[in-house]
């Protein structure tokens, strides 16, 4: 990796990245690509794929102990399943041996924010992010640097987090293509319940309903609708119970939309089909295509 001149020195020149998959696999190609960063490390059990990573050109070294790691680096990044994040902070944190700004990329934020707010040592501050990228695939074969160009990452300060720690993990961000915004984490959770984790636990729902028998008959729409349930079903177990309350609230709404629709198909009322198919159709057009 090309070191940036002294002009262009980062504000985080080494970067630790715990889970080297696809959120922190693409995450390690833009810092190298875009020179956010001069030297990415990444951390991970597994030595055998670190290696791999490292010979990918993914990361430019690996590591399995993360408090060796954490002793070195400017920013860590954790990009491990939401219920393994908190003990993997304290444990880094614990380690770090130079100030060292801590954040993350899980799908909740509430109950991670929560416990981070305190407790750390005074060097460490933590900083809650969740960029809006992703896909079904895993693994870093499957990383892309521009994975988030023009992506939102949402950031989540809590009360106690210094104004500066969360303007540069903003830059950061910023620097890898995202647009940020600020939200509290029980605001981010609230919006993700709705946006993310209700439509995967519906896609999950729809796929597990077709008949074996049917499957060569499931073409573009049925495959559209059900892509993200191919995502890995332990992370989506520790995100829906992470974030249990509001995707409650959220499924509660949803149960009320099928409710209409069954309601009309029994009363065999078009005009009714007609009218909740029509504001579908408004919500989703407002979103675009992007």
Known sequence: MTAPTAQQ???FPVIGIVGVGLIGGSIALAIRQRGAGQHVIGIGRSAERLAEACRRGVIDEGET????AARRCDLLIFCTPVDRIVAGVREAARACGKPTVITDAG?????????LATGLPDAVT???SHPLAGSEQSGFEHASAGLFDKRVCVVTPTLNTPATAVTRVAKFWNELGATVLEMSPEAHDRALAETSHLPHLVAAALAATLLPANRELAATGFRDTTRIA?????????????????VLASLARFEGEIAAFRQALQQNDAAGLKKLLETAKISR?????A
Request: contains cysteine.
């Open 107 to 115: 799908s909740t934020k509430g109950a991670i924010c929560r416990e």
């Open 126 to 128: 933590f900083v809650g």
């Open 285 to 289: 057009d407002a979103i675009g295509t």
């Open 9 to 11: 020195q980062p504000d």
């Open 230 to 246: 191919s995502g890995d079903a332990d992370l989506w177990t520790a995100i829906f119970l992470g974030n249990r309350d509001p």
């Open 65 to 68: 102990d993360l408090a060796a």
